[in-house]
């Protein structure tokens, strides 16, 4: 199946993060930059149900296209009608389905990562959605496997490319692992190098360095990038210039910084039932987004508490009166390594042949 953005491009995928890239935050990332889109997972019992949550995780707007809705549970024939109803609701350019969630209330319903120990039930999964909504590309997003002991990446990825699931997103990380340890990018390599479908890495990437460094030492056709885009959702854009033009973007400053903080909340704000939910639910982001901020721990403890945009605003104006001296705009120290170790001269332009 076609997945036309992954024609003669490596493109940035914002990864899927349930209670994180809701539209609001997929809208703010395509701003910044970001390619490819995937909706946090959602239940394909939930949308048989018609639950009424389940339902609105699925709305997105077409400015959030190329936009591919994420499923996950273990029954063949309900995911397979999952996806015919999502399709036929909203219309996605692609369905992914989830086979790397290690979260234990998913497991034990063997959905998510549980499936990557059950290949049969794998494959019929897999088989039974790419049937079910063909034309519709399918693609799939895994881990390593289990265990350090049941690492089995390139099995699973060779069972589903025969399936006919389009592309790979795979998570340098074994179920058991969860979030600890680091992303092995080796084995993502192998998975790269053993399937013809196009692999897209996913693990650890926090800085235009380690997006550099993986497209030029992989065969990966597109890159992942969950966590650090929470902290820093212009890296997309920063790393884009980069590997067309060769040269460095400055990070934002700090006042542009909470420019784009205060717009989330309003924009969060404005789609929700009532202010103090949406910011009470925000407080998680705010956190993320205070990460690497001067002065940033009086500032995440007084950041905990906010349930009003006005509130935030008045954090931040009391942030940039403290702050007002120290300008976080320049990024002359940052370095970027080219896969061989040499660092790169920032005049140089990278070939686009060269990652
Ligand atoms: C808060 C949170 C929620 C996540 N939710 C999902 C999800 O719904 N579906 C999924 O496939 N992966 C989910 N993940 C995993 C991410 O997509 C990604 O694989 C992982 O964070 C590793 O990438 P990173 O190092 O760039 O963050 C989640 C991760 C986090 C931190």
């Not at 209670?19 to 970001?34: A, I, N, P």
């Not at 990562?113 to 059950?118: E, F, G, R, T, V």
């Not at 990446?153 to 979030?179: N, W």
């Not at 954090?315 to 702050?323: A, C, D, M, N, Q």
Request: contains cysteine; neutral net charge; proline residues 5%.
């Amino acid at each position: 199946m076609m997945l036309p953005w992954l024609d003669n491009a490596r493109p940035l995928y914002l990864a899927p993060m349930a209670g994180v890239t809701d539209s609001v935050f997929r809208r703010l990332c395509k701003e910044h930059g970001t390619d490819v889109l995937v909706t946090e997972f959602v239940s394909a019992d939930g949308i048989l149900h018609r639950n009424q949550r389940t339902q609105e995780m699925l709305i997105f707007r077409d400015e959030e296209r190329p936009i591919g809705v994420q499923l996950f549970g273990a029954e063949p024939e309900r995911l397979a009608e999952a996806a015919k109803s999502v399709r036929d609701w909203v219309r996605p350019d692609f369905i992914d389905l989830n086979f790397g969630c290690p979260v234990n209330k998913v497991v034990s319903k063997h959905g998510g990562s549980a499936l990557l120990k059950d290949c049969p039930l794998l494959e019929r999964v897999a088989s039974a959605v790419v049937k079910a909504v063909e034309p519709l590309p399918v693609t799939a997003k895994i881990r390593l496997g289990w265990s350090s002991e049941t690492i089995n990446a390139t099995t699973t990825a060779t069972i589903l490319q025969e399936a006919g699931i389009s592309a790979i997103a795979v998570h340098g990380r074994t179920k058991e692992q969860g979030y600890s340890g680091v992303a092995d990018w080796e084995a993502i390599a192998q998975v790269a190098e053993i399937v013809s479908i196009p692999v897209i890495g996913n693990g650890d990437l926090r800085n235009i360095n380690q997006i550099v460094s993986r497209l030029v030492s992989t065969k990966v056709r597109g890159l992942m990038i969950g966590r650090a885009a929470m902290t820093s959702p212009w890296l997309f854009r920063r790393a884009k210039h980069f590997l067309r033009t060769g040269e460095l973007i400055a990070e934002p400053s700090i006042e542009e910084r909470w420019r784009h903080i205060l717009r989330h909340c309003r924009m969060a704000v404005a789609e929700a039932d009532s202010e103090r939910h949406a910011m009470t639910a925000m407080r998680g982001r705010l956190m993320a987004y205070s990460k690497g901020m001067p002065g940033g721990c009086t500032l995440r403890a007084d950041l905990q508490t906010v349930s009003s945009v006005t509130q935030v605003e008045a954090i931040s104006e009391r942030h940039l009166e403290e702050v007002a001296s120290v300008s976080a705009s320049g990024d002359n120290s940052e370095i970027i390594h080219l896969g061989n170790g040499t660092p790169a001269a920032r005049s140089m332009p990278l070939q686009a042949a060269n990652y």
